[in-house]
């Protein structure tokens, strides 16, 4: 077990879990889940065989079935590790086979929208503690996952009015035993939050890559030589799963569109300000902006290094 | 010596190499042509009393000095590692004290400004070969420079019209030996190229940044806690050298802008998509930008672990 991933439970948390969807995140806390010992039995449940299969290769969950409704079945705590589009139908679909008195929870980076699909669909007798755990990387599926993903991070719970105090302490402890720090919010403000610190930023990214991709002036090629002057950073967060973030967008979307709106007027202004040489408001904001960067790397949610750390092995 | 640095050589590309402005990328080329012996002498000329006192610590020149004139006199080859606003004014500066038939050269981001800027000021017998190696971190100072900066990443050369060829050459297999690729092409399509794939990434970073710390609806302290999701990318080129990218913008107008515009016109298209639920059209996109990755990381521009490879040293 790895040193810093905090020490296992003596009793797990939960008899049984399941998780729906075992990609990059539901694959992360399967193992996580397993090193820490959070849970008596671990199911997986995903829809696709050929990750089912793949998950029992790499023996990180007790059972694995295609099955939603036998998947769910006797587990005290279900999470939906899918798209936040699917989240309305995934809990129609497994209703039947919900425990009365479990907590079903999920993972989205959307939260009123998954509220207004999920609820709807749940029993009175199953608590539905909506959670976000700001963590991930650009890669996908269940090879992609590993234990310590969530460490350091945050995890957002955003409880809807009246939801049951004893579950939301269930799945605070749950995200705390894995390493994550709890922040509880409303729905509303998550959405507004994480559109200018994930959804906008994701849109920027694949924005001008997809526009450098398209100029007739400069060659493709030309784009990915000399790319080190930064646009490669842009890139890796435009390698992220298409179709979670087209359904990010989608059911995000008067938050995004906002917060894209702020940021054009913003930019009108930068375009101004170089248009007529005002060199003043550049520079005070580019002496501006260092100063987030030192927030965010003393607040532990970024590496010192230069560039990211990234892999230099010859460095002098 | 770095075991990835190349080979150093038996006998000095130059007799005397003056470096001015000992910030990141002049003390990076100090440090390798030392490394590798590319020069017999290395000066180091800063108009900072304060580097210039670093810089005798570290010990990466033979020679420091505040004094422009005497610090370029017999040097065979010049290099300009200031911003590229101030660049006409220290050429006519150091004039007095340029060598007949020496190569002057400079590592600015942008070319055609640079070139209207230092030529007008330099002798019939000098040389210029302007030169821009595209590598960096967002780190500044004579500390933050490191031998293997370059190593494996471009440098282009953009030399003027009737440029001397033997002078070129030189240039060439100056950054060669240092380990970079060596690309040429005329001033007016480097600016346009890295328009797209550095100032307007620059630009766009700076910012998201600034907007996310205006917003009255989102604090700080919650942009800096979730900046997981994908903003924390962003501030690292947002923490770039004020200084520099206020002079790049100032002096790369055009391109900027027209690449702006272009991207402002993508921009409101994805909007729209977003605004009229079309998941097709973001589905797209989104599955076209990952190639572009691809084929950074396979040209060796990029790293292909997770996450830049951030340091993660919990990894499970």
């Given at each position: 077990?790895?040193?810093?991933?905090?020490?296992?439970?003596?009793?797990?948390?939960?008899?049984?879990?399941?998780?729906?969807?075992?990609?990059?995140?539901?694959?992360?806390?399967?193992?996580?889940?397993?090193?820490?010992?959070?849970?008596?039995?671990?199911?997986?449940?995903?829809?696709?065989?050929?990750?089912?299969?793949?998950?029992?290769?790499?023996?990180?969950?007790?059972?694995?079935?295609?099955?939603?409704?036998?998947?769910?079945?006797?587990?005290?705590?279900?999470?939906?590790c899918v798209p936040v589009g699917v989240c309305g139908a995934v809990a129609e679909a497994m209703r039947p086979g919900l425990k009365p008195?479990?907590?079903?929870?999920?993972?989205?980076?959307?939260?009123?929208?998954?509220?207004?699909?999920?609820?709807?669909?749940?029993?009175?007798?199953?608590?539905?503690?909506?959670?976000?755990?700001?963590?991930?990387?650009?890669?996908?599926?269940?090879?992609?996952?590993?234990?310590?993903?969530?460490?350091?991070?945050?995890?957002?719970?955003?409880?809807?009015?009246?939801?049951?105090?004893?579950?939301?302490?269930?799945?605070?402890?749950?995200?705390?035993?894995?390493?994550?720090?709890?922040?509880?919010?409303?729905?509303?403000?998550?959405?507004?939050?994480?559109?200018?610190?994930?959804?906008?930023?994701?849109?920027?990214?694949?924005?001008?890559?997809?526009?450098?991709?398209?100029?007739?002036?400069?060659?493709?090629?030309?784009?990915?030589?000399?790319?080190?002057?930064?646009?490669?950073?842009?890139?890796?967060?435009?390698?992220?799963?298409?179709?979670?973030w087209r359904d990010i967008f989608l059911h995000n979307k008067e938050a995004v569109l906002e917060m894209l709106g702020r940021l054009n007027?913003?930019?009108?202004?930068?375009?101004?300000?170089?248009?007529?040489?005002?060199?003043?408001?550049?520079?005070?904001?580019?002496?501006r902006t260092r100063a987030i960067r030192r927030g965010i790397i003393s607040s532990g949610q970024e590496t010192p290094e230069p560039d990211?750390?990234?892999?230099?092995?010859?460095?002098?």
């Amino acid at each position: 077990m790895p040193e810093r991933l905090g020490p296992s439970l003596s009793k797990p948390l939960f008899e049984r879990i399941a998780l729906i969807g075992l990609g990059l995140i539901g694959s992360s806390i399967a193992r996580a889940a397993r090193h820490l010992n959070l849970a008596g039995t671990i199911v997986a449940v995903d829809r696709s065989e050929e990750v089912v299969a793949r998950v029992r290769e790499l023996r990180i969950a007790d059972e694995a079935t295609t099955d939603l409704v036998a998947g769910v079945k006797d587990a005290d705590l279900v999470i939906l590790c899918v798209p936040v589009g699917v989240c309305g139908a995934v809990a129609e679909a497994m209703r039947p086979g919900l425990k009365p008195g479990c907590i079903v929870s999920d993972v989205g980076s959307v939260k009123a929208s998954v509220i207004a699909q999920v609820q709807p669909h749940l029993p009175q007798d199953v608590h539905f503690v909506p959670a976000h755990p700001v963590a991930g990387t650009e890669h996908s599926g269940p090879d992609a996952g590993f234990a310590t993903l969530f460490h350091n991070r945050w995890c957002i719970l955003t409880p809807p009015d009246g939801a049951d105090e004893q579950a939301i302490e269930r799945v605070r402890v749950f995200w705390s035993a894995i390493g994550s720090n709890v922040e509880i919010m409303s729905a509303q403000h998550h959405d507004l939050v994480l559109a200018i610190t994930s959804h906008v930023p994701h849109l920027i990214a694949y924005n001008i890559v997809g526009t450098a991709a398209d100029l007739e002036t400069v060659t493709q090629s030309e784009v990915i030589k000399f790319s080190a002057g930064g646009f490669r950073d842009f890139t890796r967060i435009a390698a992220s799963d298409p179709t979670m973030w087209r359904d990010i967008f989608l059911h995000n979307k008067e938050a995004v569109l906002e917060m894209l709106g702020r940021l054009n007027e913003d930019i009108a202004l930068l375009a101004r300000a170089i248009r007529w040489g005002e060199g003043d408001k550049l520079f005070d904001l580019f002496t501006r902006t260092r100063a987030i960067r030192r927030g965010i790397i003393s607040s532990g949610q970024e590496t010192p290094e230069p560039d990211f750390g990234r892999r230099r092995e010859d460095k002098a």
